[in-house]
Structures are given as structure tokens and as C-alpha cells.
């Protein structure tokens, strides 16, 4: 049986409602901008099946464009009920794991129910991610370096003297090339730019405010980080 629009867009509207903090962005993604990253919820539709998978979503904002941003998430991750397992939630009985769901996604993400929120946190949120997310069995994989610089951005964005330790740690990893190259990136040109960062942190500052203005987000709640 098709679940209907109608039930789609009531089971939306539980979510959003059980997220204040949040904004609509599309009919299942609720966001808000904090400082040089976006963070959310997305109910993702699960194949083949009338179910649908809530997850936490964070999203860079120094990238060339609002679409190169919401293109690559940081993070993509599922939250997970008390046996650590992830939500598969039928549209037509959504009450069954509804309130658990809830209850998990703001016990694990409480950044998504804060209005104060401070680099670490999402620092934090990052190297947690890299270490237990499927990341974890490519350690010097392109896409962890991916987390690295994000990191870096994030420190540069708050003026951190950490911004040197994760630079410093991103010249130490033994970084596979190849996966570099499958990705079309040379790894000395990358490590290379991500020196030229820390001298042209007005240039990364000013792209991320140009994104933060940008019509399609803008009136999306915004906070500052914390240092």
C-alpha cells in the first residue's frame, strides 16, 4: 500500500514540531545554521519498503556555493535505539518508534536542542564520527581528510590556536594517495592548501558569510559558535 502525502507530510510536522530549534529547509530536512556549519535532521525514505530512517546531518558552509555545501554532508549519521541499532520506521504505525526515536535523537545530538553551542562540541561531533561511523576502516582515506579539514576550518573560524595542532596532524597521517587520486585530488596540492588556510582565513571567513546570506537559508535560525 502507498503511504499517502498527507501521512508524509504529518509524520514531518511531528518531527519538526518535536525540534523547535529547527526550520523547515525541505518537506524532511529541518535545519539551523550554527556559526560555519549547518546541523539538522533529514527522514531519509528507506528502498524498496514504505519506511523511512531518521538522521543527524551536518553540512559545511565554506564551499564554493550553497550547492557545493548541501551537496557533501560532513555528517551523515543514523540515530540508534537502545540496542544500538538503526530506526526503521513505518510510515503507516510511525507511533510505534516515534517518541523513541525522539528521545534517542536528542539524548545523542544535543546540539540539535542547544542554542549555545561551542566549537568543541562540534569538533567533538566530527572526531567522534571518524572513529565510529564506516569511516573508521579507512583511516588515511581521502574522505577522513575531508573531517580533517573541516576541523581546521572550524578552529580558523573562531580564531582556535588548535588550528595549528590539527594542521600539524594532517602533515603527520600517512595519507593514501591513491584514494586521493580516485578522487581527483593530489595529496601535496592538498596539504599545501590547507597551510595556505591559516594565511587566507579572510578569504575562508568571507565565503562562509556570502553562504550564510544566501537566500535559500537565510531565514533559517542562526547561532554563533561558541569559543
Known amino acids: 500500500m502507498t503511504v499517502t502525502i498527507e501521512t508524509k507530510k504529518r509524520i514531518a510536522e511531528d518531527w519538526l514540531h518535536s525540534f523547535p530549534q529547527l526550520s523547515r ?4 530536512k529541518f535545519y539551523k545554521i550554527i556559526g560555519p556549519v549547518v546541523i ?11 519506511e523511512y530512517r531518521p ?9 564554493a556555493n550553497l550547492k557545493q555545501c548541501l551537496d557533501a554532508p560532513i555528517i551523515l549519521s543514523e540515530f540508534k535505539n537502545n540496542k544500538n541499532l538503526q530506526y526503521n520506521i513505518p510510515y503507516e504505525s510511525n507511533h510505534k518508534d ?13 546540539t540539535l536542542i542547544s542554542d549555545r553551542i561551542s566549537y568543541k562540541e562540534i569538533l567533538s561531533e566530527i572526531k567522534h564520527y571518524a572513529e565510529n561511523s564506516y ?3 579507512s583511516p ?11 576541523q581546521l576550518i572550524i578552529c580558523l573560524y573562531v580564531d ?39 594565511k587566507q582565513c579572510d578569504s575562508v571567513l568571507s565565503q562562509i558569510r556570502l553562504n550564510q546570506k ?13 569559543k
Not at 516515534?98 to 544535543?110: G, Y
Open 40 to 50: 539538522g535532521v533529514e527522514l531519509i525514505k528507506l528502498p524498496r519498503t514504505e
Open 160 to 198: 582556535s590556536e588548535e588550528a595549528n595542532a590539527v594542521l600539524k596532524d594532517i602533515r603527520d597521517v600517512d595519507w593514501n594517495v591513491a584514494h586521493f587520486k580516485n578522487n581527483g585530488v593530489d595529496k601535496a596540492i592538498w596539504i599545501e592548501e590547507m597551510g595556505n588556510l591559516l
Open 25 to 28: 529547509y525541505q518537506a524532511n
Open 214 to 226: 544566501d537566500s535559500k537559508i537565510c531565514k533559517l535560525p542562526y547561532h554563533e559558535l561558541i
Open 55 to 63: 538522521h543527524y546531518v551536518m553540512y559545511p558552509l565554506w564551499r
Open 140 to 150: 588515511n582515506s581521502y574522505w577522513q581528510a575531508l573531517l580533517k579539514e573541516a
Open 98 to 110: 516515534f517518541q523513541d526515536a525522539i528521545f534517542q535523537a536528542k539524548s545523542q545530538r544535543p
Open 135 to 137: 569511516l573508521k576502516a
